[in-house]
């Protein structure tokens, strides 16, 4: 039997009897194919800005936590780090000796953010860029505490950013400063494409 001919039986046959999964794959077809004739015209800036969007961070609202830890830099989003970071960072002896400052609570205010914290934190979450957090820095021989600048997530996402653009740039100082480039920090909009370094401007690969 000639291939050609089972060929034309089977279109016929779906022909016949599979009218709705034709139908389906042909307005499956007509979405693709308006879709990139909006993409052609430049219309579809809000599905791209929503695709983009998706994988941000959770931003910090609880009221404790923005506001005691708040005050020298951004509150982070809790999802960029994992809880056994966050535990550290909020023991007792480590908040008196804070990265070189002194950022000491009442315990009863520790206690609030902790729970905040411990419960929002990366490991705890099912967002794809927080998830990316949720692996610890490499481990250090000495007592520093854990940084968010030093998980190998961060590391990697910033390996194009020159010192002369972070601490050698007055207006940004350090890797911690996030909100000085990133202006939807608090919004937990990370995305490259929102990018403003202060003297430098937008980012483009
Ligand atoms: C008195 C000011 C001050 C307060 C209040 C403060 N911090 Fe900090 N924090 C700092 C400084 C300074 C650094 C180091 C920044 C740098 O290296 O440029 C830092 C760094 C950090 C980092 C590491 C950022 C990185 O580089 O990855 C985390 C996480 C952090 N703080 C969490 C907290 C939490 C949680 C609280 C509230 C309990 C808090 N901070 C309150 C001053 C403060
Ligand atoms: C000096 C400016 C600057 C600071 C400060 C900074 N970033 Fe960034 N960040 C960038 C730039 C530029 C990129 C894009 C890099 C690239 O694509 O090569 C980026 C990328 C990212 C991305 C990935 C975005 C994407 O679209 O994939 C995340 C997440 C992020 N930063 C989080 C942070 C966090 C959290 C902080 C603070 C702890 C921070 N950044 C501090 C400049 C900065």
Known sequence: MPPAFRWSWSLDTM???????LLVLTSLWLVAVGMAVMAADGETRDWRGWLRKFPNIAPAIQPTYLEECGSCHLAYPPGVLP???WKQILAPASLA???GDDAWLPENLVAEVRAYLMTNAADKSARI???????PGAARSDA???RITE???FVRKHNQ???RLVTDNPEVGSFSQCNRCHIGAEKGVFDESQVDIPGFGS???
Do not use: C, G, M, Q
């Not at 016949?16 to 999964?21: E, R």
């Not at 860029?129 to 692996?135: D, P, S």
């Open 15 to 21: 022909l016949k009897h599979s009218s709705i999964p």
């Open 83 to 85: 809880a056994d970071s």
């Open 97 to 99: 000796n804070h990265y």
């Open 129 to 135: 860029r927080e998830l990316a957090f949720a692996v």
């Open 144 to 146: 520093s505490l854990p």
């Open 151 to 153: 998980t190998p997530y």
């Open 161 to 163: 950013v020159p010192a």
């Open 203 to 205: 980012w483009t690969d």
